[in-house]
Structures are given as structure tokens and as C-alpha cells.
């Protein structure tokens, strides 16, 4: 050391080295801090939702009926019959003029008619199947959907038009097994199926509904086709699945789909759409942790529904936002899974989960309503078999016992397990749901013939004598 320096002029000349170390060590801190927040906000983002086990047994699921019981082989043959409609527009064919039924004049309805014939006849055997499973639970994907229910749609109308073809040229006794084959197939393709099968079931049921009525009003019917009729219909109420199958299969369809999600592929498709994509950038996608974030929140979202989705409507919880059932109005979620509130409250947020999530209100109002139209028409079925046994309509549900009905259907839409409503009329009788609102108001408007635009107080089913008008349903 110089002797000339203090120890003070020693400190000062070293300041500068150590001031710029500080700096660099403060800097460094701010970089690290910058780098790692998006990292941070992520895994916190993602804390949000917890990781929980599958909400159900799958194996139970994934296990494959035999093959001989099942009907999807033999569907899947039908459509590969089926043959299109030269030099016309398909879907404008399909939509406008088979509304119309079946007319001797059309020759081209005829003459596709009878092209289409062996497939019919094939669809017809596809029915008489115990069981449906679409195909090995892991090779099940929404991408066939639309074309499998777009045939499915196209056989049963053209079965329709059968119907009502035999019914016109004197032949009602010939609509009996073309009936069974369309109630059975409504109860068929709900089985081990996905929501939007089941919803297309419920669509079945009903247009098979709208062919019964019509027929079942015919002088020609009689009393014991009429019982083997509503025999058929209420084995289909044993076949159709629970909707809780339903959504345990939607679970296991969409979990592989979240688990394999590409943003790209995404984009691609909302582009074909002409849609901007919920997630702009692959940046935003990771941010936001998905597909991570939706394949841990459909499993909260399908413990949800499980816990009620196959109780009557009176016994349900509210449900929430049309997403969730509100557990806290019957008790508390278990431990680890998302309250019903917070699992809304992190729905809101759940950019990619919401574009593809269907309504569960709507879900369950499909379920309702086609709980109701099967009540009703048992009601309507039974009633019309009396009619021609004694030649005069029952004054009151319970004459339908025990000759006819076992037991008297339930109405869903009611506050208790009470049977739907009947009453005479100068037409024959009409027999009702309470519907949305739970009130009897009277059955005078059940129908879209009373309503043309939907605002039914009541729901449900006109029944009119064999030489009375036409009965109408709700489609």
C-alpha cells in the first residue's frame, strides 16, 4: 500500500467495481423475474382447476358388447346402401318435399323409394339388434358424427314415408313392423353413444311418434295392434341408455381429443368456418395453459353432471349459468372437486372448453320433453286400444287399468310422481304434460298445431276417434 493512502481513499477507489456488480445482480434478478412470470402465471392459471381422477369406473365403459348383439355393423351396411338422389338437391329433397309424405303422383319419391328399398330393409334388420356401441370407445371421434346422424335422419324419414305409404293403400297391419323398427331405433342409438346421439334419439322417438298417432287413428287398426304397439314402445323406454352413460361417453370421447388438441389444427378449423379462433396465438394457448386447463375441467364439469343427471326433473338441483347443476341447493361437492359455484366462476374463463361445450339445460330439456311425449303416448296408444274394445273412449286414466296400462305413465314436468293429464273432448280425448311451468292449464294448446310458434302451456298429445281428424303430435 502506498503509504500516501488512507484507508478510506482504498474504499472509495473499489466503490465503482462494486456498484456495477450490484447492478448487474439487481438486473439479473429483473431478467430472471421477466423470463419466469409467464412460467409463474401459468402453473398458477392452471392451480385453478385440480388434477382429479376420472370421475367414473371406465373399464365399465370401455367394455365391448359381443358382436352379435350389436346393431352399428349392420347400420353402417344400410348406409353404404344407400343410394342418392340423381340430378336434385339432397338436402333441399330431404327437408321440403318428404314433409309432405308420401304422394302416388311423385314419381321420382317413388322411384327412390323403392332404389332405396334394400337399404330400408337392411336398416329394418340393423333394429332388431339388443345393443349399439359405435365402435372401440378409443376410435370414437366427433369427426364421423354429422355423416353417421345425417344417415341415421335420411333412413328414418324415408321409413316414414313407408309407413305412411302402407297406412294410404289400405294396408295399416303392413306399418306395424316398420313402427317397431323406428321406435327401436331411437332407443338403439342412445346406447354407449355421445350427448348429440342421444339428442338424436330423442329426434327419432319423436318423428316415430308423429307416424304412430297418424296411424293409430285409422278405422283398420285394431285393438291387439295397437297393445303390440305400446308393448314396442315401452321395451324402447328399457332400451334407451341413461343419460349418465351418456355423459360418461362424451367424457371419454373428449379427454383424448384435449390430450392430443393442436393449435393448429384448431385454427385450421375455425378458418374453414370462416370464424376467428377462440386462441389467437400458440403464445396465448400456452399462457392459458390448454389444452391442459379443459381436459382437467371436463372431468369436474362430468362429476357434476353424474351426481344428477338420471333424477327425475322435480328432484334435480337448479342448474347454474346452463353449464352445472348447483350442488349447494342438496348438499357439497366432495373433497378436492370444484363446487359448483367455483366451477362456473372458472368456466367463465375457459376460453377453448366453451367453444365446444354443449348446454346442459338443453341436454336436460331434450331428456324432459321426450319423458313427457313417451308418457303421453302410452296414454294416447291405450286409450285408442279401449276405443276399439268398447266403442267409446275412457272417461278417465284410471279405466285404462289394469286392461291396458299396468301402471299410469308419469309427467316429469309435475312438482310429485303424479300420472300426466287426460281429459274427454268432442273429438275423442287429450292427454297432457304439465310442462315447463308445472300448472294444468286446461290441455287446450299441447300441440305446434295449437301454437304455431311454441308458446304451449301444456304438452302433448290430441287423441281423436278412428273416424274423427287427423292426430297430431309435437315433432
Known amino acids: 500500500?502506498?503509504?500516501?493512502?488512507?484507508?478510506?481513499?482504498?474504499?472509495?477507489?473499489?466503490?465503482?467495481?462494486?456498484?456495477?456488480?450490484?447492478?448487474?445482480?439487481?438486473?439479473?434478478?429483473?431478467?430472471?423475474?421477466?423470463?419466469?412470470?409467464?412460467?409463474?402465471?401459468?402453473?398458477?392459471?392452471?392451480?385453478h382447476v385440480p388434477d382429479i381422477d376420472d370421475p367414473f369406473l371406465v373399464s365399465e365403459i370401455l367394455k365391448q358388447i359381443p358382436e352379435e348383439k350389436n346393431a352399428f355393423p349392420i347400420f353402417a351396411s344400410a348406409f353404404a346402401l344407400v343410394k342418392p338422389v340423381a340430378e336434385t338437391d339432397f338436402q333441399q329433397y330431404m327437408d321440403e318435399d318428404l314433409d309432405d309424405g308420401w304422394d302416388p303422383t311423385d314419381i321420382q319419391l317413388n322411384k327412390y323409394l323403392e332404389m332405396n328399398r334394400p337399404a330400408l330393409e337392411k336398416w329394418q334388420e340393423a333394429t332388431e339388434k339388443d345393443d349399439y356401441q359405435l365402435a372401440s370407445i378409443a376410435r370414437i371421434s366427433v369427426e364421423s358424427d354429422l355423416t353417421r346422424i345425417q344417415a341415421h335422419r335420411n333412413l328414418v324419414r324415408w321409413c316414414q314415408v313407408e309407413i305412411e305409404r302402407l297406412t294410404k293403400t289400405g294396408n295399416p297391419s303392413g306399418v306395424l313392423a316398420w313402427l317397431r323398427a323406428s321406435f327401436r331405433c331411437s332407443g338403439l342409438v342412445t346406447r354407449r353413444a355421445s350427448l348429440i346421439d342421444r339428442l338424436v334419439g330423442e329426434s327419432i322417438f319423436a318423428v316415430s311418434a308423429h307416424s304412430a298417432e297418424k296411424w293409430m287413428q285409422q278405422p283398420g287398426v285394431t285393438a291387439d295392434e295397437l297393445l303390440e304397439?305400446?308393448?314396442?314402445?315401452?321395451?324402447?323406454?328399457?332400451?334407451?341408455?341413461?343419460?349418465?352413460?351418456?355423459?360418461?361417453?362424451?367424457?371419454?370421447?373428449?379427454?383424448?381429443?384435449?390430450?392430443?388438441?393442436?393449435?393448429?389444427?384448431?385454427k385450421n378449423a375455425f378458418e374453414k368456418s370462416r370464424v376467428d379462433p377462440p386462441l389467437r396465438s400458440r403464445w396465448e394457448a400456452w399462457l392459458l395453459a390448454e389444452p391442459e386447463f379443459s381436459y382437467r375441467l371436463i372431468a369436474h364439469i362430468t362429476a357434476n353432471?353424474?351426481?344428477?343427471?338420471?333424477?327425475?326433473?322435480?328432484?334435480?338441483?337448479?342448474?347454474?349459468?346452463?353449464?352445472?347443476?348447483?350442488?349447494?341447493?342438496?348438499?357439497a361437492a366432495p373433497v378436492q372437486r370444484l363446487p359448483a359455484h367455483q366451477l362456473i366462476d372458472v368456466l367463465k374463463d375457459a376460453i377453448l372448453i366453451n367453444t365446444e361445450h354443449s348446454s346442459l339445460s338443453d341436454f336436460l330439456n331434450s331428456i324432459d320433453r321426450g319423458q313427457a311425449r313417451r308418457a303421453c303416448l302410452q296414454v294416447a296408444?291405450?286409450?285408442?286400444?279401449?276405443?276399439?274394445?268398447?266403442?267409446?273412449?275412457?272417461?278417465?286414466?284410471?279405466?285404462?287399468?289394469?286392461?291396458?296400462?299396468?301402471?299410469?305413465?308419469?309427467?316429469?314436468?309435475?312438482?310429485?310422481?303424479?300420472p300426466v293429464i287426460y281429459r274427454r273432448t268432442d273429438y275423442g280425448a287429450v292427454v297432457y304434460s304439465r310442462f315447463t311451468n308445472e300448472i294444468d292449464d286446461g290441455g287446450t294448446t299441447v300441440t305446434h298445431d295449437d301454437a304455431p310458434r311454441g308458446n304451449m302451456p301444456d304438452?302433448?298429445?290430441?287423441?281423436?276417434?278412428?273416424?274423427?281428424?287427423?292426430?297430431?303430435t309435437i315433432p
Open 305 to 331: 353432471y353424474l351426481a344428477f343427471v338420471d333424477d327425475p326433473r322435480r328432484e334435480r338441483p337448479p342448474v347454474l349459468g346452463d353449464n352445472v347443476f348447483d350442488e349447494s341447493a342438496v348438499g
Open 459 to 472: 304438452f302433448g298429445i290430441r287423441i281423436r276417434t278412428p273416424h274423427g281428424g287427423v292426430a297430431h
Open 381 to 418: 296408444i291405450a286409450a285408442q286400444a279401449y276405443y276399439r274394445d268398447r266403442r267409446k273412449s275412457p272417461d278417465r286414466l284410471a279405466d285404462l287399468q289394469p286392461d291396458y296400462l299396468s301402471s299410469l305413465p308419469v309427467d316429469p314436468y309435475a312438482p310429485r310422481p303424479i
Open 1 to 47: 500500500m502506498n503509504n500516501d493512502e488512507t484507508p478510506d481513499d482504498e474504499l472509495t477507489r473499489h466503490e465503482p467495481s462494486r456498484s456495477r456488480r450490484w447492478k448487474v445482480a439487481i438486473s439479473s434478478i429483473l431478467i430472471v423475474l421477466v423470463c419466469s412470470a409467464p412460467v409463474v402465471y401459468r402453473h398458477w392459471w392452471l392451480g
Open 229 to 266: 304397439l305400446l308393448a314396442v314402445i315401452q321395451a324402447t323406454n328399457e332400451l334407451a341408455e341413461k343419460p349418465s352413460n351418456n355423459v360418461k361417453v362424451e367424457y371419454l370421447i373428449s379427454r383424448p381429443s384435449y390430450a392430443k388438441w393442436s393449435y393448429d389444427d384448431m
